[in-house]
């Protein structure tokens, strides 16, 4: 075996161990019984894999300690789901080490099999209470970032003082959000699940009133209230960016497509309410 060869199947082999312990170490705190017998599944996957190839190199590695904590800590914070695909989906280069070792090697189409196939079909089964609200966290946001980002802009041109906006738009969204999440559990309570319907009404509101209160901030904090504007714009972005990249790794949903709409629709109302409040404010000649 030549050195090239060989530091090809060390690197995968160290993918193997650490990706083994990740999944272990996962297992170990995880307190749903399916989730956990799905998460040693994988670990002994995993382990399989890494005997292969320590069958080949005859040398023993040890785990990415970095690796495995960041995704670790990232699991922690973030979610099961998120944390398991965003791994894999950051794992492109030992993907491709399978495919040139594939050419190079006999009898390692099952272990590219399970990497391919058999774990994702078992990441799908993972059962996590978060992702089904995700459809209640998906409307309290789009309706504060669309519907709260032409208010604060016409209230902009209308009003012209922060602290008058940032008043009115506390009022305002603590009332929308309050609005929205007994929508929200009434719609819920009408469907098969409505078991969850309380659950759902607070993740609607929480991700409404989170919303509200960073877009806020800025008018609280900033005099100039242009300028208040500006970074109330920036934040919305931000926030859509976070929170699509969230859904496209969890749910693997388009990125690009989800995020170009909702800006686009976002800041095409703020531009409109705009308008609307210079009008407003020129109409009838209101002067604070």
């Not at 050195?3 to 312990?21: D, G």
């Not at 690009?256 to 909702?262: D, L, Q």
């Not at 686009?264 to 409109?272: E, H, K, P, R």
Request: net charge negative.
């Amino acid at each position: 075996m030549n050195n090239i060869l060989l530091n090809k199947i060390l690197l995968v082999q160290k993918s193997e161990i650490t990706e083994y312990t990740f999944y272990q170490k996962i297992a170990e705190r995880e307190k749903n019984n399916k989730n956990k017998e799905i998460l040693n599944h994988i670990a002994d996957v995993e382990m399989t894999h890494y005997q292969f190839w320590q069958n080949l190199s005859k040398v023993e590695v040890f785990p990415n300690l970095f690796r495995f904590y960041f995704y670790y800590i990232i699991v922690i914070l973030f979610g099961l789901t998120f944390g398991i695909r965003l791994m894999e989906k950051k794992n492109k280069k030992i993907k491709y080490l399978y495919e040139e070792l594939n050419n190079e090697l006999d009898g390692i189409e099952y272990i590219i099999s399970d990497e391919n196939e058999h774990e994702k079909m078992h990441i799908d089964e993972i059962d996590e209470a978060r992702l089904k609200y995700i459809s209640s966290i998906v409307l309290g946001l789009n309706d504060a970032l669309v519907e709260f980002t032409g208010a604060l802009a016409g209230f902009t041109f209308a009003l012209g003082n922060n602290k008058i906006i940032a008043l009115s738009g506390l009022i305002a969204g603590i009332s929308a959000a309050l609005s929205m999440a007994s929508s929200e559990y009434l719609a819920t309570k009408q469907e098969a699940n409505h078991k969850f319907a309380f659950s759902s009404a607070l993740y609607t509101g929480c991700a409404y009133l989170v919303a509200v209160t960073m877009m806020v901030l800025p008018y609280i904090l900033i005099k100039q209230v242009y300028i208040a504007l500006g970074l109330m714009l920036v934040i919305v972005v931000f926030i859509i960016f976070l929170f699509n990249y969230y859904i496209s790794i969890a749910k693997e949903l388009s990125f690009k497509k989800r995020f170009s709409e909702m800006v686009t629709i976002s800041l095409g109302v703020a531009f409109l309410s705009f308008l609307l409040g210079l009008t407003v404010r020129e109409f009838f000649g209101i002067d604070i």
